[in-house]
T-cell receptor
Framework: GQQLNQSPQSMFIQEGEDVSMNCTSS?????WLWYKQEPGEGPVLLIA?????ELTSNGRLTAQFGITRKDSFLNISASIPSDVGIYFC???????????FGQGTTLQVKP | NAGVTQTPKFQVLKTGQSMTLQCAQD?????MSWYRQDPGMGLRLIHY???????DQGEVPNGYNVSRSTTEDFPLRLLSAAPSQTSVYFC?????????????FGPGTRLTVL
């Protein structure tokens, strides 16, 4: 079945640094979603992308829908301690329409 | 709006016990789903429902049952708990199946099976 692979698996950065993470698949996705999960909570949607090449921002977060439709990227600028959490990419399977999630990138920010 | 609520927040079971994880939403969403989250594996779909009276299996349905008698509630039943079902369980809802950008998750139930 379709899978989403996220990298890196984890990141430990200094406050103020920029962060980049990505999500790749061997098959095409027509929608990309980026979620953040804070400790002890459920995931919350950050950004949704619907068109190849699309670049969308939400505050200090910017996400891009890859041109090949097989990848997506999330950047966080000037990280702050409250950015800590697990970031998931997700997309609906072209076969079933059900959401598939990547395994997540865990971000830790040192003040 | 309370959004998506889940109870209990924590639960410890012994192997072979049964229990029901509760999920409710007050947004009149047609689509509800259950996921489990295991370290390094993201979220995997257990069961889902596109409306009252309609349920279907997801990626990892074995050992779990669901029913949807009302729009608001979507309980997940473990008939005979096994250690492999130790996980964090999330319920989610969205208005219709394809409104992916409007999916809301509950706070989760952390289940340990001894």
């Amino acid at each position: 079945g379709q899978q989403l692979n996220q990298s890196p698996q984890s990141m430990f950065i200094q406050e103020g640094e920029d962060v980049s993470m990505n999500c790749t698949s061997s098959s095409i996705f027509n929608t990309w979603l980026w979620y953040k999960q804070e400790p002890g909570e459920g995931p919350v949607l950050l950004i949704a992308l619907y068109k190849a090449g699309e670049l969308t921002s939400n505050g200090r977060l910017t996400a891009q829908f890859g041109i090949t439709r097989k990848d997506s990227f999330l950047n966080i600028s000037a990280s702050i301690p409250s950015d800590v959490g697990i970031y998931f990419c997700a997309g609906p399977s072209s076969n079933t329409g059900k959401l598939i999630f990547g395994q997540g990138t865990t971000l830790q920010v040192k003040p | 709006n309370a959004g998506v609520t889940q109870t209990p927040k924590f639960q410890v079971l012994k192997t072979g016990q049964s229990m029901t994880l509760q999920c409710a939403q007050d947004m009149n969403h047609e689509y509800m789903s259950w996921y489990r989250q295991d370290p390094g594996m993201g979220l995997r779909l257990i069961h889902y429902s596109v409306g009252a009276g309609i349920t279907d299996q997801g990626e990892v349905p074995n050992g779990y049952n669901v029913s949807r008698s009302t729009t608001e509630d979507f309980p997940l039943r473990l008939l005979s708990a096994a250690p492999s079902q130790t996980s964090v369980y999330f319920c989610a809802s969205r208005e219709v199946p394809y409104s992916y950008n409007e999916q809301f998750f509950g706070p989760g139930t952390r289940l340990t099976v001894l």
